[in-house]
């Protein structure tokens, strides 16, 4: 199983969107709606933010959204704050395994 | 609030097997998948594996041949063994909650394989 491909980084300014994409393979991505995304601060372990392609875990605020077209899934940001400058990272579920992706560097500039 | 915690030695010596285990308090480990992710220096997550509270375990291809996953619900704890460790096996292995989907997680456990 290879790794889902993310950018290694992306950026935006305090108030803007940012979206960050993921894409897969139809075995795993495009083949099922378990794409989960997660927020890795420095030092930390990542924080469970969207499950299920779109669904907010509660506590997680409404400027992080999901979605998923075809072999593509994406997380936005909007209204960038400086705390969520992150890593984050996608997964998929994908026949009884897992897949993440490589990680993208969100800076706010 | 489930909290998950991970113990087991920093330093493994090379060609020995890496045993960590994983101990779950603040809840039930009852209808749950219960996983191994791990982390190399500077890079990216690695799914290790799961196993789901019947017992039934799923392990990544790529480790599958060294991997073992087990759980004792009596002690609430589930465990990781990874045999004939290298280098490359050197990283931050984290224990978290679910198969599909992460939502609890230990803090991470950073384990060296070194001589």
């Known amino acids: 199983q290879s790794a889902l491909t993310q950018p290694p980084s992306a950026s935006g300014s305090p108030g803007q969107s940012v979206t960050i994409s993921c894409t897969g393979t139809s075995s795993d991505v495009g083949a099922n709606n378990f794409v989960s995304w997660y927020q890795q601060h420095p030092g930390k372990a990542p924080k469970f933010m969207i499950y299920?392609?779109?669904k907010r875990p509660s506590g997680v605020p409404d400027r992080f959204s999901g979605s998923k077209s075809g072999n593509t899934a994406s997380l936005t940001v909007s209204g960038l704050q400086a705390e969520d400058e992150a890593d984050y990272y996608c997964?998929?579920?994908?026949?009884?395994?897992?897949?993440f992706g490589g990680g993208t560097k969100l800076t706010v500039l | 609030q489930v909290q998950l915690q991970e113990t087991g030695p920093g330093l493994v010596e090379p060609s020995e097997t890496l045993v960590l285990t994983c101990t779950v308090s603040g809840g039930s480990m009852n209808s749950y998948s219960w996983t191994w992710i791990r982390q190399p220096p500077g890079k990216g997550l690695e799914w290790i594996g799961s196993i789901y509270y019947s017992g039934s375990t799923n392990y990544n291809p790529s480790l599958k041949s060294r991997v073992t996953i087990s759980l004792d619900t009596s002690k609430n704890q589930f465990s990781l063994k990874l045999s004939s460790v290298t280098a490359a096996d050197t990283a931050v292995y984290y224990c978290?909650?679910?198969?599909?989907?992460?939502?609890?997680w230990g803090q991470g456990t950073l384990v060296t394989v070194s001589s």
């Open positions: 978290a909650r679910g198969l599909r989907g992460n939502d609890y």
């Open positions: 997964s998929s579920y994908a026949g009884n395994n897992r897949v």
């Open positions: 299920e392609v779109s």
